[in-house]
């Protein structure tokens, strides 16, 4: 028959009237031998006090803060198996119980993991007991990180497992949760230093930051910038420009950079790619489809042209000018940003001289196009004013090497500054 067992607290030492600061069951709990019952402290040490056999915890008889001694009872177990069977594994401390009526009684193995708890304010080391750091480090929390709620400061279990949650947390600040190994997000009352306004993150917002975040921690990127000399290309857009300017068809030099990234997607066919899901396969893409970044009231779209290497400059411009305003109006659908195979991040509209374009994955690669200025350019033995296009080439390094994306931005820069090409 299963038999009550009364278990004490063990020898701890000279320690007398030490602080329970932890009770790890209760009743009705299946507990294991060395499986920790209570941890006690004193001004030095936490010291976690184990079960001495299997059994099922029928009563405990101490709480957080009482004061414990050696002997004193603290759980009652019924022993199960073989072992409630067995007489009381150590005889001596049978006789060492004080025992209850009908139960014999049984001290605990003698404590477990004996720490030195460092100063609380030394703030090198978390103060928190053996059981909370083992559930810390089974969880993979690093304790230091985690403000402690408990007496002195001490790290608790509800504190371990609400760093957890905050860190699982979607739509916090930090974009998702605290990576491992970083800190938190602030969590500032902004309020406290002057007046302020809480504005919610539109729809489109929420979508593409969670993209453009896991597109920045997950690729590694790399930026390389050239010029290109777009003199001659400035000049025969303003001939086509006021051409069709009479039939509402503004040509922008957007159109005239689409053509000359597919022809240099076709030279590069290792841009015109995609990493497969595993992550071992470069799928190289015969078609070239390429999204442009719009900027629209509620936030970033990327809409995708398709086959732009089978269209003439006039034929992009139109349809650049169509996706725009529909992404403008709300208009767009997901499937028109479906398929892109490389993009283009537009600012040369608004200003700036360069930028590090974030890659839109699984595409590989990025292109940013800051605003065009006269530059004197020495060309000849002498100076001469040229228009030059700023170009940002962002890549993905697992995929493309250093040497590869400086030949595709300066093979860019060449068909840029060389209209022939764009008829090729
Ligand atoms: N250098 C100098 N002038 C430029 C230029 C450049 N690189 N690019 C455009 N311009 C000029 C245009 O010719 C036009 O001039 P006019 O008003 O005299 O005709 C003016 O700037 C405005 O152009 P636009 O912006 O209306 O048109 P676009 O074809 O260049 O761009 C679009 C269209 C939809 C890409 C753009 O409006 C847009 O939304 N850009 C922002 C994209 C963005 O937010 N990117 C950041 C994403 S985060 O990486």
Redesign the pocket.
């Known amino acids: 028959m299963a038999e009550i067992r009364n278990v004490l607290v063990p020898d701890i030492g000279n320690f007398k009237g030490v602080a329970v600061i932890e009770v790890s069951v209760k009743a009705g709990d299946k507990v294991k031998a060395e499986q920790a019952l209570i941890t006690v402290e004193t001004d030095k040490a936490s010291m976690e006090v184990p079960a001495p056999f299997d059994g099922v915890v029928k009563e405990v008889k101490v709480k957080v803060g009482d004061k414990v001694s050696e002997g004193d009872l603290i759980v009652l177990i019924e022993a199960s198996g073989a072992q409630a069977a067995a007489p009381a594994a150590a005889p001596a401390a049978q006789t060492a119980a004080p025992a209850a009526p009908a139960s014999k009684a049984a001290p605990a193995a003698a404590p477990a993991a004996t720490q030195t708890v460092p100063a609380a304010a030394s703030g090198s080391s978390a103060h928190a007991s053996p059981s909370i750091r083992r559930f810390a480090r089974e969880l993979g929390v690093d304790l230091t990180k985690v403000g402690g709620s408990g007496e002195k400061g001490r790290v608790t279990k509800d504190d371990v497992q609400n760093f957890v949650k905050k860190s699982l947390a979607g739509g916090t600040a930090s974009g998702g949760g605290a990576l491992p190994g970083l800190l938190p997000w602030p969590d500032v009352d902004f309020g406290k230093f002057g007046a302020i306004e809480s504005k919610p993150l539109s729809r489109i917002k929420k979508i593409s930051g969670a993209n ?1 975040h896991r597109n920045w921690v997950m690729i590694p990127h790399v930026t390389q910038f050239e010029e290109a000399d777009i003199s001659e290309m400035e000049a025969f ?1 303003k001939e086509l ?1 006021s051409e069709y300017a009479k039939q509402n068809l ?6 005239f ?1 689409l053509k000359a990234v597919a022809i240099t997607l076709k030279h590069f066919p290792d841009f015109n790619a995609s990493l497969d899901a595993s992550g071992e396969n470069l799928i190289v893409k015969k078609y070239i489809h390429i999204g ?5 009231p509620d936030g ?1 779209m990327v809409p995708v042209i398709r086959d732009v290497d089978q269209k003439g400059i006039v034929q992009l ?1 139109k349809e ?2 169509e ?2 305003a529909r ?2 109006e709300k208009k767009i659908t997901a499937a028109d940003m479906q398929g892109g195979c490389f993009s ?7 200003g700036g001289t360069a ?1 590090t ?2 890659i839109n994955a699984p595409e590989v690669a ?1 292109l ?6 006269m530059k004197p350019v020495w060309k000849d033995g002498e100076f001469v004013p040229r228009l030059m ?2 170009l940002s080439l962002s890549y993905d390094h697992r995929v493309i090497d250093g040497a590869a994306g400086a030949r595709f931005i300066t093979y860019l820069a060449h068909v840029l500054s060389d209209m022939r090409r764009l008829a090729l």
């Open positions: 453009l857009r420009g503004k040509i922008t030099p957007l159109a950079l442009v970044a719009v900027d629209t970033l411009a650049l000018g996706v725009s992404a403008r283009i991040s537009s600012l040369g509209g608004i930028f374009p974030i990025i940013g196009v800051s605003r065009s200025s296009l700023p």
